[in-house]
């Protein structure tokens, strides 16, 4: 099929409450969405990059450039009979992997579509509800936490994320795990510590956690790996892994015994499927991690986390975790901790486009239309 036009735009969708992590916080979110038409179909996916480049050097702007001057242009008018060959029309662009991922899911979306497939079906998954879980962002108080962490137990989310930071860790995390002995704990710190927090980190040993989630910076591989022999507690990376390369490597050096894939940060579906077969291979587990994503991005992850090398619980919560109100429909619901990946072809649910068209603050369609 030909990829005859390609519409971004941004929408501002407020999120329910802050959300704080260690490098800032969102409030508004401001999204990318994209929209490939090929043959008469159309295949929606979201861009995940952040307001500010706190998470990664790309952003809702940055991502924006890249796909308007250099990845639109080539792959409009491209033939495309699979995903993987938007990946190679677009490999010629170093890094940016969040702007190409968006591209490249749409294809999926688009391809599901035709084929009659969902996602889950076309990409090889189960189809089946999986268990997921939900990331709890930085709070004033520690006892607003543990109200916070009761909420969404209740609730039957399988694995609750703390996020930390220096200053706000080892005391706080206790204190939850005072408050639910039993629970699937785990920390996030977006890279807010260097090594010679190790002492530090090491006391989260005793607190009975499943991971402790990017301690170290984005770019270090190596002292990831030092940091993972002093610790009992396994270290699982999100920022440092962009590729299944950076995955090999990490897993070579013993940077982490656990990976979590965002199929936004790592450039696609492709990409998230060679990283989770990789890990496969190797015995090393995988769960899908979440970017604040609407209802489109959202679609991908609850897809992809139906792989079987998927055995731990997902940041993939419900609709209203997150939005007053989603921009698709059905929202996504979570019962008993336990989501269902929509059954329809590609993302299985419907982008409501009047919502979407009040959010909207900037849109533009290739081919471009002359004045
Ligand atoms: O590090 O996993 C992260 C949100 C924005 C940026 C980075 C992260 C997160 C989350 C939220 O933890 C996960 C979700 O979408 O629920
Ligand atoms: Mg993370």
Redesign the pocket.
């Known amino acids: 099929m030909r990829i005859d036009a390609i519409e971004v735009r941004e929408i501002r969708f407020p999120l329910r409450e802050r959300?704080e992590?260690s490098s800032g916080y969102?409030e508004k979110r401001r999204i990318l969405l994209v929209r490939l038409h090929a043959d008469g179909e159309t295949g929606w996916a979201e861009c995940v990059a952040?307001e500010d480049p706190g998470?990664s050097y790309e952003t809702t702007d940055t991502a924006w450039h890249i796909l308007a001057e250099f990845l639109i242009p080539a792959l409009l008018g491209a033939e495309v009979t699979e995903p993987a060959d938007v990946e190679r029309l677009l490999a010629h662009v170093r890094g940016h992997p969040m702007a190409k991922a968006c591209l490249e899911m749409a294809s999926w979306d688009l391809e599901g579509r035709k084929r009659g497939l969902s996602l889950a079906e076309a990409l090889g998954g189960s189809g089946e509800p999986v268990p997921v879980g939900?990331?709890v962002g930085l709070q004033k108080s520690d006892d607003l936490l543990v109200e916070k962490v009761g909420e969404f137990l209740a609730a039957g989310y399988r694995k609750i994320?703390l996020?930390i930071k220096p200053g706000r860790d080892v005391e706080m995390v206790r204190a939850v795990r005072g408050a639910f002995p039993e629970a699937p704990l785990m920390v996030?710190a977006?890279s807010a510590y260097t090594l010679a927090d190790r002492e530090r980190l090491a006391e989260m040993d005793d607190l009975d956690l499943l991971m402790i989630?990017?301690p170290l910076a984005h770019d270090d591989l190596h002292r990831h790996a030092r940091l993972q022999e002093t610790l009992q507690t396994p270290i699982c990376l999100?920022?440092s892994i962009r590729s299944a390369g950076d995955a090999e490597l990490a897993l070579e050096l013993g940077s982490c015994r656990i990976i979590?894939i965002?199929p936004g940060r790592v450039g696609g579906i492709g990409s998230s499927r060679r990283i989770h077969d990789l890990c496969r291979a190797r015995g090393v587990p995988v769960w899908c991690?979440?970017?604040?994503?609407s209802g489109v991005g959202r679609a991908f992850n609850i897809a992809l986390a139906t792989l079987p090398g998927f055995t731990i619980p997902g940041?993939?919560?419900a609709s209203r975790?997150?939005w007053e109100r989603d921009i698709v429909d059905p929202e996504f619901e979570v019962f008993d901790g336990m989501m269902t990946p929509p059954a329809g072809p590609g993302i299985g649910v419907t982008p409501d486009q009047r919502r979407i068209d009040r959010l909207t603050v900037r849109v533009e369609r290739w081919p471009r239309m002359r004045a």
Request: no cysteine; net charge negative.
């Open positions: 959300f992590i969102s952040g998470y939900v990331s994320k996020k996030d977006n989630e990017q999100d920022e979590n965002k991690g979440g970017m604040l994503e940041d993939i919560s975790r997150y």
